[in-house]
Structure formats: structure tokens, C-alpha cells
């Protein structure tokens, strides 16, 4: 089912999701390559976004956070750099990751090691919303 955020039926019955509805159409408009693979992990409010980055340093990859949007890329080889290859079953061409982040979704940290870059990410629930006991009188 496809929604058209646009129509006016949608767009007059929501009110003070304008935010989440401009990143729903973001989303919607993306195309997501399936290079390089990644995987997603959760545990409780704790997240980690894995990604295979077989032969690619550390130093070339950039994350990025901007406007709850988290982008992993890596601009490709240098030039002149492949001049031997014979074959090449070891992709390392250029790439961008983009993943979409709730508002109460901080990223904490990332760490690479044998070839896997690690983002770990944290829900962070403001004391409003935790669950809390209300004494009866």
C-alpha cells in the first residue's frame, strides 16, 4: 500500500508530524544499494549497524550524522592504485550508506576491526517517558 503523503486528506488529519512525514518521503524517495553488505543489530535500547569493508582502511571511511540521517561513504580506490589486478573478486569501489535515525537515537561511538566497521547507537528515553509508579492517596 502506498501512501501519498501530499494528499490533503493525510496532510490536514496529522498534525506536528511534519518532520516525520518529510523524512517519510525521504526515505521513500532513496534508492539503497545492496554494496557494501551490512547488518543490523538490537539488544533492548542498544543498536549496532555492522558493515563489511573488506580491504578498505579506516582512514578513507566517513560518518557522518546530519539531521537524523547517519551516512557511511567511502569515495573509492585512488586512481592509478589498480594498475596489477588481475582479477578482482574484492569490491572496493565507492559507496554511501544512508540510515534514517529516530530523534531519540544517539550514536555512540564506531570501531574498526578485521575489515568490520561497527556504529553502536543508543535510544535515549528522556525521564517523561520512562516508566514510573504513581503512588494512590
Known amino acids: 500500500m502506498l501512501i501519498n503523503f501530499t494528499d490533503p486528506m493525510f496532510s490536514n488529519r496529522v498534525l506536528g ?21 551490512y547488518n543490523i543489530y538490537r539488544d533492548g535500547l542498544k543498536f549496532q549497524i555492522e558493515v563489511a569493508l573488506a580491504g578498505i582502511d579506516k582512514k578513507d571511511v566517513e560518518i557522518e550524522l546530519c539531521d537524523s540521517v547517519l551516512t557511511v561513504s567511502y569515495g573509492g580506490p585512488e586512481e592509478g592504485s589498480e ?19 529516530a530523534e531519540d537515537l544517539e550514536v555512540v561511538g564506531a570501531t574498526s576491526k578485521n575489515g568490520l566497521l561497527k556504529i553502536d547507537l543508543e535510544k535515549i528515553l528522556p525521564d517523561h517517558k520512562k516508566p514510573r509508579v504513581i503512588n494512590i492517596k
Open 83 to 101: 594498475n596489477d589486478t588481475l582479477h578482482r573478486g574484492i569490491a572496493k569501489r565507492a559507496f554511501k550508506l544512508k540510515f534514517t535515525l
Open 17 to 37: 508530524f511534519e518532520n516525520l512525514v518529510d523524512r517519510l518521503e525521504r526515505i521513500s524517495n532513496e534508492s539503497q544499494s545492496s554494496y557494501p553488505p
